[in-house]
Each structure stands twice: as C-alpha cells, then as structure tokens.
C-alpha cells in the first residue's frame, strides 16, 4: 500500500524531472518539493496528472494531493469525475469519453455511428463543464492499411467538427505506442497522427 507520504515524493521527484537539471534530482525530496513550491509560485510549470496511474485514491483526495504539489489539472478523466475535479478548483485536461476502446475507434467506418453520436452527447456537456479537450482512439489496425485507417479517422471525426467548434472543445487522437504495449494500434506513429 502506498502511503501519502510516498506518493507525494514520487509525484514531486517526477512533476520536475523534465525540467529541473539532472544534479537537483539527486537532491533531498523535500529539498525537491521546495523547489516545485518555488517554480509553482513564480509560474514556471502548468503540469497536470494522469489518475489513473495513481489507482484506487478517490478522485476529490487525488485532487487535493496534486493542487498541493501545485498540479493544475488531471488528464483522462471520465465524465462521472468532471465536477469533482473542478470542485477542487483544477481543470480536467483531458476528458475521457468511454465511447469506444483503445482497439475500437475511428478506423472503422462501422464504428461511426455510435461514436458520433456518443460525442455528439458529450460535447457539449464537456463545454458546460469546462473541459477543453476530448480524447478519441484511432483503433486497431486489424489488417487495414494505415491510408485506409486514416481515411477513415477523417471521415468520422469531419462528423463532429461542427459541434466541437460550436462548443469549443478539441477532439485529440491519441498516439500509442504499438511496439510496446498497445500491439496493432493504428495511431502509433507521429507521422500518422499529425
């Protein structure tokens, strides 16, 4: 089990790693959390967290835990936690949609309709909430070229332009890594998603 303690000092020595020289990280952790209190202050790092990293921690004590390391706002967030990210006075960075699955998404022209309409649903309800970005799957390749997997995505995601525009939300693909962990995903590559 994890104690609060433990997370706090995981989280502090990872939130600074990207940007904190490589002598601070061998530093004390609470000489490393002073020093994220310092950036934080002056406005240095807008950061936020992925929860689903962190477990079984309820959502309104994770939120307290990160807007004290000086987090401003959790990603992949499902609707049933939108309000009680902003609660806590954080953005929800990245709205997860449920719709679909990472193997499931845009690349098949079969899985159309319900996508779209499940967004269609949900946009503007990410609006009402202020979640500014909406998180789609390209899906798993199953045999289909990337051009024809990419056409696809496009014809698709063309669909909820206008309301995304309409409420002001962004519909990001996700890019995964299909060498690793996310055998067959499509959207694996820079070059395909940009």
Same mark, same amino acid.
């Given at each position: 089990m994890i104690s609060r303690r433990s997370l706090l000092k995981s989280l502090a020595i990872g939130t600074t790693a990207a940007a904190v020289p490589g002598s601070l990280l061998a530093q004390d952790a609470a000489e490393t959390a002073d020093m994220i209190e310092t950036l934080v202050v002056k =406005? &240095?790092?807008r950061q936020s967290v992925s929860k689903w990293c962190f477990g079984k921690i309820p959502m309104d004590e994770f939120c307290k835990i990160c807007k004290k390391l000086g987090m401003v706002g959790i990603d992949l967030v499902g609707e049933n936690d939108w309000d009680t990210v902003n609660k806590n006075d954080m953005i929800v960075t990245m709205g997860s949609s449920g719709l679909g699955s990472i193997a499931k998404g845009f690349n098949r022209l079969e899985n159309h309709d319900m996508l779209v309409t499940g967004y269609e649903r949900l946009i503007p309800i990410a609006a009402a909430k202020k979640v500014p970005n909406l998180i789609c799957m390209s899906g798993n390749r199953e045999g289909i070229s990337d051009e024809e997997g990419l056409a696809n995505c496009l014809v698709g995601i063309k669909r909820l332009i206008p309301t995304a525009e309409k409420h002001g939300v962004t519909i990001v693909m996700e890019l995964l890594n *299909?060498?690793?962990?996310? +055998? &067959?995903?499509? +959207? &694996?590559?820079? *070059?395909?998603? =940009?």
């Open positions: =406005g &240095d790092i *299909s060498l690793v962990n996310h +055998a &067959d995903y499509q +959207a &694996d590559h820079t *070059s395909w998603g =940009g």
